[in-house]
């Protein structure tokens, strides 16, 4: 199925226009009795939230995936059955598109690519809480569906954390280890396994940007407590396929922040 060559959509926050945010496209492909979703996202919307999704920009970012990331994007007309989904990107998408710039190879244009997505994923943070919509504004060929979603609530890093888990990244990339076993931050089993993983992945730890804790997420482990998950950012890669695992708690006494391990995801 030809994918339409221009599809004219605008994003709203409340009854607002929403400026600065992405668009996520996702298709539906049916093959040999199974159902498979190739998903695209593009951006950022102009000042009335609008945006046109071009054919021939969802060709090049499916021959992206395809040939640099070396996901199965190929032939996507081919595939596609003429059903679909778009929505107002959110916070996964959105942390998806920004860690595909520090790719290799990188996506064309990368740099500028990187400060849109890194935008973007700052407006939804901040209106978290808000109904982000979506309307379509173009009118579809007969054999075309797109219907229109609203994405999930973010996963974000509760603010209070953010200084703290700055710090503990900070001071990992600092190879601070001792200090923060001594301070029961940290175990001598998992600093050996966290040292262990770095050095068997090749990577050189460094101090994160600020962009490292939108890139963070957060799920409620019980009262006032967390599960954080954070890349590991490094020279090599940015934001790496590393990722640590940390369990947060507020105590009467302050709060308790434990390194607990890392994964290649």
């Not at 939230?49 to 992206?64: C, P, S």
């Not at 973010?154 to 200090?179: S, Y």
């Not at 730890?205 to 950012?233: F, H, M, N, R």
Request: proline residues 6%; negative net charge; contains cysteine.
């Amino acid at each position: 199925m030809q994918i339409p060559e221009s599809i004219a959509v605008r994003c709203l926050a409340g009854r607002e226009a929403f400026p600065g945010t992405w668009v996520a496209l996702t298709l539906e492909c049916a093959e040999e009795g199974t159902k498979t979703a190739l998903s695209f996202a593009f951006g950022p919307t102009r000042e009335d939230g609008r945006l046109f999704l071009r054919r021939a920009d969802v060709l090049a970012q499916a021959r992206y995936f395809d040939e640099g990331v070396g996901l199965d994007y190929g032939n996507v007309e081919e595939r596609w059955n003429g059903r679909g989904w778009l929505s107002v990107a959110g916070a996964a998408e959105l942390r998806h598109q920004l860690r595909l710039t520090f790719a290799d190879p990188p996506l064309r244009q990368a740099s500028t690519h990187r400060v849109a997505a890194a935008r973007a994923l700052r407006y939804l943070n901040e209106h978290e809480g808000e109904r982000l919509s979506i309307k379509l504004e173009s009118q579809l060929p007969r054999e075309v569906t797109l219907d229109l979603t609203n994405p999930g609530r973010g996963d974000w890093l509760p603010e209070r954390l953010h200084e703290p888990v700055q710090e503990l990244l900070t001071r990992l990339a600092r190879r601070e280890l001792p200090d923060l076993i001594d301070e029961g931050a940290l175990t001598p089993e998992t600093a050996s396994r966290i040292e262990r993983e770095i050095i068997d992945y090749g990577a050189s730890p460094v101090i994160p940007p600020d962009i490292a804790l939108l890139l963070t997420s957060a799920t409620a482990d019980g009262e006032q407590a967390w599960t954080i998950e954070a890349p590991l950012w490094t020279r090599e890669e940015g934001p790496s396929d590393l990722t640590l695992w940390m369990h947060a708690r507020e105590l009467e006494s302050g709060l308790e922040l434990e390194l607990r391990g890392i994964a290649l995801i």
